[in-house]
């Protein structure tokens, strides 16, 4: 069951990416800001705010921590964001 709900934080998680580098492309298009980098910056908000989707969603469905175990969040989501980053995402 663990691996069905992995599954379905990642088939979310490529989602949530996909609309919302689609939809920071096409406002930043639309009202003309950064017309040369503006594809970048429509990546940079997709990356950050998805890798945060997946951080929550993994901890809260997939990986739950057990009531005498402590996890320290914050030092968990560098970590995630350091891993996501290594991660070849074409």
């Given at each position: 069951m663990q691996f069905v709900k992995f599954g379905?934080?990642?088939v979310s998680n490529t989602m949530i990416?996909?609309?919302l580098y689609a939809g920071t492309l096409l406002i930043l298009?639309?009202?003309c800001l950064l017309p040369k980098t503006d594809y970048l910056f429509a990546q940079i908000v997709a990356f950050i705010l998805s890798v945060l989707w997946a951080f929550y969603w993994d901890n809260?469905?997939?990986?739950?921590?057990s009531m005498d175990?402590?996890?320290i969040w914050?030092?968990?989501l560098i970590k995630t964001y350091i891993s996501y980053s290594c991660t070849?995402?074409?």
């Open positions: 379905i934080v990642g990416s996909y609309f298009q639309m009202e809260k469905m997939v990986f739950a921590a175990t402590e996890r914050w030092k968990a070849d995402r074409h």
